[in-house]
């Protein structure tokens, strides 16, 4: 969900209903919970996850 956010701009609403979660504020709460907890690591593992993304999609 954190990605979904952070790298494509998706929407709340859009995330939520892929996800099946009701309500909105769900993913809002997931997402600000990421947000709050980044330390190297989690940094880290993100920026791997991205690399491979977009190795993928080019």
Not at 6 to 20: G, H, M, Q
Request: charged share 25%; hydrophobic share 40%; glycine share 2%.
């Amino acid at each position: 969900m954190y990605l979904c956010q952070e790298i494509a701009d998706v929407k709340l609403k859009d995330i939520a209903e892929y996800f099946n979660l009701s309500p909105i504020g769900s993913v809002h709460f997931i997402t600000h919970q990421a947000r709050k907890r980044q330390n190297r690591d989690f940094i880290r593992t993100v920026d791997t996850v991205v690399e491979s993304i977009m190795k993928q999609a080019t």
